[in-house]
């Protein structure tokens, strides 16, 4: 029986080892991952499919924010990265960092992701005149140092330290102010919706000052004068579509229409008061927004170089604008001729 069993598997492979050695080298071609991953060229998202707002005016154009394609670095992909000029080769570790590994730093895009999106609403509400009431703070783990001695891990939401409430970093300041270094302290946290307890000791860095070893965004809490809801996918995160997030929901609450029938895309972070920040990766967002033919790309002002670099050299027909604020943006609309 063996024998027999052991024959025809000889047999099986003496007759399709072409077919099973092809297979192989595709496999590790196309699933094989190596320490890289690969950018180029995105493409755009047409936030009149993301955004639910209760008071909606007409519009002619659309507000885009545009996106980095990534691609795992399998070897296929790689060999491709030396034929196509917008493919560029990135290795993991220029991604990550000492402290954060690659499922951290997908982790933190998702806080940095909640982050724009609140900041974007609270931003464009403001600036069109409504209120937003805020109710209350969520503090969440971005950055563990080498040196912290805890089990906190990053996306953990901050709720207390020896039971005393956190809103800002100077109440964690003031806790260690009455301690000493290799002190234990007790941190409640939320983390997947459940509470959790984890612990820290207290250390000392090299200018004397005592520490947990880690650092925070802070998002909040809010409730809108007029509801709107932003959906986003699984796979999205970051948070360098907030400009763009923030000026789809202006327009969508003032009854002027400030895209004027313009295919108007862009990119940049933004705060809570309108402020734009820069973003990586603007080459492949000006790339991937000329690919979907926008009239108007908008990016912040600490950018714009690089973007008008890659229009000229790719003599790409739209027009590129560096704002400093959303109220920047808004302006060079409301003042748009054709």
């Known amino acids: 029986m063996i024998n027999k069993l052991y024959e025809k ?36 998202i047409n936030l009149e499919d993301r955004i639910t707002i209760a008071k909606e005016y ?29 493919w560029d080769l990135i290795k993991i570790d220029d991604i990550t960092s000492d402290d954060n590994d690659y499922d951290d730093v997908m982790k933190l895009g998702k806080v940095y992701l909640k982050e724009g999106i609140d900041n974007a609403k609270i ?3 403001k600036e069109a005149n409504y209120s937003v009431k805020v109710k209350g ?8 140092s080498d040196d912290a001695k805890t089990n906190i891990q990053i996306g953990d939401e901050l709720i207390s330290v020896n039971n005393k409430n956190i809103e800002t970093t100077d109440d964690i300041r003031k806790i260690l102010e009455g301690l ?16 959790r307890i984890r612990k820290a000791k207290i250390y000392q860095d090299k200018d004397g000052i005592l520490k947990l070893g880690v650092a925070f965004i ?34 969508a609450l003032v009854t002027e229409d400030i895209s004027k029938g313009l295919n108007i895309v862009g990119t940049g972070t933004i705060d809570s008061e309108g402020n734009v920040g820069e973003i990586g ?25 690089e973007a008008e670099s890659i229009k000229k050299a790719r003599d790409l027909d739209l027009e590129i604008v560096g704002v400093r604020t959303l109220k920047d943006a808004i302006n060079y609309l409301e003042n748009y001729q054709k």
């Not at 496999?27 to 755009?44: A, Q």
């Not at 007409?58 to 917008?86: C, H, R, W």
């Not at 703070?137 to 563990?144: D, G, H, L, P, Q």
């Open 180 to 195: 000493k270094v290799g002190d234990e302290v007790k941190v409640k946290v939320i983390n997947n919706d459940k509470e």
């Open 281 to 305: 990766g603007v080459k492949y967002k000006v790339l991937g927004a000329n690919k979907k033919g926008a009239d108007i790309f908008f990016c912040p002002m600490e950018n714009l170089e």
């Open 123 to 125: 931003a464009a509400f």
């Open 58 to 86: 007409q519009e002619d154009g659309s507000f885009s924010m545009s996106y980095v394609n990534a691609m795992k670095g399998t070897p296929a992909f790689i060999l491709l990265s030396f034929i196509l000029p917008d």
């Open 9 to 44: 598997i000889v047999n099986f492979f003496k007759n399709n080892y072409k077919f099973l050695i092809v297979l192989l080298i595709i496999i590790i071609m196309f699933y094989l991952e190596l320490p890289f991953v690969i950018y180029r060229s995105g493409g755009t």
């Open 218 to 251: 802070t998002s909040y809490e809010y409730e809108t004068e007029i509801p709107v809801d932003i959906k986003m996918k699984n796979n999205e995160s970051g948070s360098s579509g907030g400009l763009m997030m923030s000026l789809a929901i202006y327009n």
């Open 137 to 144: 703070i969520i503090n969440t783990v971005a950055f563990i």
